[in-house]
């Protein structure tokens, strides 16, 4: 690592190797300014190098974080690119179902196709901007990531059309803060555009008489099967606006909405290796074990209400190869500054808003 320009103003640092990437961190020296104009060229020049760097607080003193890939990754972007297609196809065939129309071989109508698209445009968008959230706050920190990764499912086998997307982290995290940045981005970038979606599609969707399930004020008609769809708060809040008494028959865009805050939701559960346990164990390693366990009991009592909550606690295990808390960063000794800590408690304020109980029932 080439450090000279900017170790000169560092009182003590230490450099970490991690595969293809280096990290030097350290304390400004007290008889430099950290704003000095020497500091900022070297800064400048680091990052059109192709690094990256932060700035952090710790016990009274300025840290520097600087970060450095020997060789970028070379991604295959046609593979990404094909499953976000072949998603596309499939959503745009579930949404004509949701819509109560078919699309598909030997199915195709003009109207079915715009019904299809009015769900699968929305929900692909929620979907790309959680995952590029993740993305975008990876790279930017110098993380090796993979694009975002679609995976598509038949309708006849998915009411939605998609099992949702990932990225992969490819190489360790180094601090508490990059932790944080890159599990927040996500949820936070997907609430973003779920919530107007959800709410243009609650203003087309229609009220109806049709009796309500425990917990389900929202149902669609596929091939005259109801399927209602579980109350969260948000959704509750989100709906009070149009001041209309009953059960709402959801146009498609609303299912894409409410498909997006059910995603916000399951990847804000504080377990494993979940957006909710990168953001809580950022924030208290310690509050992000007992609140696994506790959310992990509570997942098998309310699988009794909806099996896919037992689904979800398996799944949760197998991520975490048996162990439900998150595994530690390299340097943990950094905590979170108050700004962050601030945004942490709004992610798990949307995780309890959104949060369904019976995500999905059946008369």
């Excluded at 110098?142 to 949702?164: H, Q, R």
């Excluded at 940045?181 to 936070?188: E, R, S």
Aim: no cysteine; charged share 15%.
């Amino acid at each position: 690592m080439n450090e000279p320009p900017i170790t000169d103003h560092l009182a003590a640092w230490r450099v970490a190797s991690l595969g293809d990437r280096e990290i030097l961190e350290g304390i400004v020296a007290p008889q430099h300014d950290p704003t000095s104009p020497e500091l900022a060229r070297a800064l400048a020049a680091w990052d059109a190098e192709g690094g990256a760097h932060y700035w952090d607080a710790y016990r009274g003193v300025r840290w520097l974080v600087l970060v450095r890939e020997h060789t970028p990754p070379k991604e295959r972007w046609w593979r990404p690119a094909l499953l976000f297609v072949l998603t596309l196809v499939t959503t745009t065939t579930a949404g004509a179902a949701l819509a109560g129309l078919t699309l598909g071989v030997g199915h195709f109508s003009a109207a079915a196709l715009r019904a299809g698209l009015g769900f699968s445009i929305p929900l692909a968008a929620i979907l790309l901007a959680h995952e590029s959230g993740h993305y975008v706050a990876a790279r930017r920190l110098k993380v090796d990531a993979s694009p975002p990764n679609f995976i598509p499912m038949p309708s006849m086998w998915s009411l939605i059309g998609t099992m949702g997307a990932f990225i992969r982290i490819r190489s360790p995290i180094y601090d508490r803060r990059t932790l944080f940045d890159i599990g927040v981005a996500g949820p936070l970038a997907g609430a973003v555009v779920a919530i107007p979606v959800l709410l243009a599609g609650i203003a087309l969707s229609v009220w109806t008489p049709v009796a309500p399930m425990p917990l389900a004020h929202q149902f669609v008609l596929i091939d005259g099967a109801v399927f209602y769809f579980g109350d969260s708060l948000l959704f509750t809040l989100l709906r009070m606006p149009f001041g209309v008494p009953g059960t709402l028959q959801l146009h498609p865009a609303a299912v894409a909405g409410w498909v997006g805050l059910l995603v916000t939701s399951f990847n804000l559960l504080p377990l494993a290796q979940l957006d909710g346990a990168h953001i809580l164990h950022a924030m208290s390693d310690r509050a992000q074990r007992v609140g696994a366990v506790f959310v992990w009991l509570a997942l098998l009592v309310l699988g009794m209400l909806w099996f896919g909550w037992w689904i979800w606690a398996a799944l949760a295990l197998a991520v975490g190869r048996g162990r439900l808390t998150h595994p530690p960063v390299l340097a943990p000794e950094r905590p979170l500054d108050q700004r962050r800590m601030i945004i942490g408690w709004l992610a798990v304020a949307l995780f309890i808003l959104t949060f369904a109980p019976v995500p999905l029932a059946t008369p």
